[in-house]
Every structure is written in C-alpha cells, then in structure tokens.
C-alpha cells in the first residue's frame, strides 16, 4: 500500500508516464517546447531556434502538439497574416516537470564526444 506522500504505483499510472514519455521522446519536442518557452514565435523564429530541423519536421511536430494542446496557433490579421505559436499552460507544467531531468543529465550522461555511440 502506498503512503499517502508516495506515486500510486498501478497498471493505469504506469500507462499515464509511458503516454508521456511517448509525447517528450518523440524527436524534436525537446527542443520546440524549450525554443518557445519565453513567448510566441513566428514558425521562422522556431526554425532558427531549433538546429537541424527542417520545415516539413516543424510542420508536422507544431501540429502534433497542437493536438496534444501543448502549443496554441493564433493567426494575426495583417498584411502579411502573421502566424505565431506559443506554448500553453501546459506545456509550461510539462517543462516545469522536466527540469529536475534536465539537471540529472547534466551531471550523470556523457557529454558531446563522450557520449556512447
């Protein structure tokens, strides 16, 4: 029986965290959640912000987490439209949630070359 400060430990919560890390492991999220973390960014801000990722890769992981309600598309009415996507409440919870990960890789994984191939 867990104690009431412990994580229930059952077959349902078990497939909670294996949804989550299905949606943080996925190639890219990483990094679009962390390049949108201080505001609203234009898709060209995201590409720049995001090394290595090209625009149908963007294309496609901003939809998914659109989906997933991690980020919020607004058109703005212009000349040109101005198309912006920022994060939502929670996807700031969830970057909230992966900063003591964050922490343990960089003291615990290899880094740059050391890292095993």
């Known amino acids: 029986m867990n104690k009431p400060d412990e994580p229930r ?9 294996l949804r989550a890390i299905d949606i943080i492991g996925t190639r890219w999220t990483g990094p679009i959640l962390l ?17 290595g990722i090209s625009d149908p890769q963007l294309t496609l992981r901003l939809k998914q987490l659109q989906e997933r309600r ?18 939502t409440v929670e996807a700031e ?7 003591p990960l964050s922490r343990w890789s960089e003291r615990y994984l290899p880094h740059g070359d050391d890292a095993p191939s």
Do not use: N, W
């Open 70 to 87: 991690l980020i919020e598309r607004t058109v703005v009415p212009s000349t040109p439209v101005q198309i912006t996507y920022a994060l």
């Open 35 to 51: 390049a949108g973390a201080r505001g609203a960014r234009r898709f060209k801000e995201y590409r720049a912000l995001v090394p």
């Open 9 to 17: 430990v059952d077959e349902e919560s078990c497939f909670r965290i």
């Open 93 to 99: 919870e969830l970057i909230a949630t992966l900063q």
